[in-house]
């Protein structure tokens, strides 16, 4: 089961509000089961972290990484969540920002070719629980 900590709801809250220009663009293109009739959520908090994008049912997370995370300091934290996510039993796809903004259908097909095909039964992903 995927755990998230309380204190994360408000954060998440706010970034959902306040997402930069290419989340906004990948959410568009996310939003409402455009993807293999595949549900995907914003800001969801996962453990002790708020992932970008989240879809239970593919058991995959979306992160856009701003240029920010090229520093040495946040590429090691980013590491570090990575870990977390996989241990977690998720699959973890990162792209630019710039990525984003120029490549989005690429970015787009990305996605679409790590989902899993509707013709094949997914087991259920257990729910977030509240806490931890």
């Given amino acids: 089961m995927h755990s998230y900590r309380r204190n994360l ?12 220009e290419s989340e ?10 455009q993807l293999r009739s595949i549900q995907f959520y914003r800001q969801k908090p996962i ?22 995370h090229l ?3 946040y590429a090691q934290k980013d590491a570090r969540r990575s870990v977390s996510l ?7 796809l990162r792209f630019s920002n710039l990525q984003v903004l120029q490549e989005l259908d ?7 070719q790590a ?6 039964k997914i087991p259920p992903s257990p729910p977030l629980s509240k806490g931890g």
């Fill in 86 to 92: 996989e241990q977690q039993g998720l699959r973890l």
């Fill in 115 to 120: 989902l899993p095909d509707p013709e094949k």
């Fill in 71 to 73: 520093d040495e300091e």
């Fill in 9 to 20: 709801k408000q954060i998440a809250r706010n970034l959902r509000a306040n997402m930069t």
């Fill in 47 to 68: 453990g002790g972290a708020i992932v970008d994008f989240y879809a239970p049912k593919a058991k995959l997370v979306v992160e856009v990484d701003g240029s920010q």
């Fill in 24 to 33: 906004q663009v990948l959410w568009s293109r996310l939003r409402g089961k």
């Fill in 106 to 112: 690429a970015v787009v097909e990305a996605i679409f």
